[in-house]
Each structure stands twice: as structure tokens, then as C-alpha cells.
């Protein structure tokens, strides 16, 4: 599922909700795309350095559980800089996921 986040200049990001496939094929480089660095560093450096230690098991166990964390961790960065939800059914979706609590209202609603 997708949503839409909107931050109070307007800016609206577009926002995959669940789990990540880019992130199980690709690693670290959709975060990194995205422009979240921080996140990109913290997946390059632990997956390096776990995948190093166990012949690259580590790494592909680490991919694989970033892909079910990852798209989560976005939005919380994001909602942290101040985007809210952008309409009813995104903000919705984020509360059913545990994303965000029933307390937080979109600026649209």
C-alpha cells in the first residue's frame, strides 16, 4: 500500500507502507536514493560488518529483516521532520500499522 505524507510547506512525499521489496533485493541503495542517508549508512556498515564475520549469512539474514523494517523507519524519520498524513485512508493505514498513534491528526482532516 502507498500513502502520502505532506509536511506544512506542501510538500508531499509519496510513501510505500509495509514491507520493502527494493529494500530485500537492493540493500542499502533505496535508502540511499531516497536521500536518507543516515539509514543507508546504518544497513551498509551492520550488513558489512555482520557478513564479514559469518561468509555473508549475516548480511543476506540482516537484508532480509530491513526489508520488513525499513519502509517504517522512513516514515517515522519523516513524521519526525513534520509531515503528517496528507488525507484520511494514509493516516489510517499508518494507525492500523502501529506507525502513528490514533492521537495524531492530519493538517486536511
Known amino acids: ?5 505532506e ?7 509519496k510513501v510505500k507502507i509495509g ?9 542499502f541503495f533505496p535508502a540511499l536514493f531516497r536521500g ?3 539509514w543507508a549508512a546504518i544497513m551498509f556498515i551492520s550488513m558489512t560488518a555482520i557478513g564479514s564475520f559469518t561468509l555473508g549469512v549475516g548480511a543476506w539474514i540482516l537484508g532480509i529483516i530491513f526489508a520488513f523494517v525499513y519502509n517504517k523507519l522512513y516514515i517515522k524519520d519523516l513524521i519526525e521532520k513534520g509531515y503528517q ?17 490514533p492521537t495524531v491528526q492530519s493538517e486536511t482532516a
Open 85 to 101: 498524513p496528507a488525507n484520511e485512508q494514509t493516516r489510517q493505514e499508518l494507525v492500523n500499522r502501529g506507525i502513528i498513534t
Open 19 to 27: 514491507f520493502s521489496w527494493t529494500t530485500f533485493f537492493f540493500g
Open 1 to 5: 500500500m502507498h500513502g502520502i505524507l
Open 7 to 13: 509536511n506544512g510547506a506542501g510538500l508531499q512525499k
Open 36 to 38: 536518507d542517508l543516515k
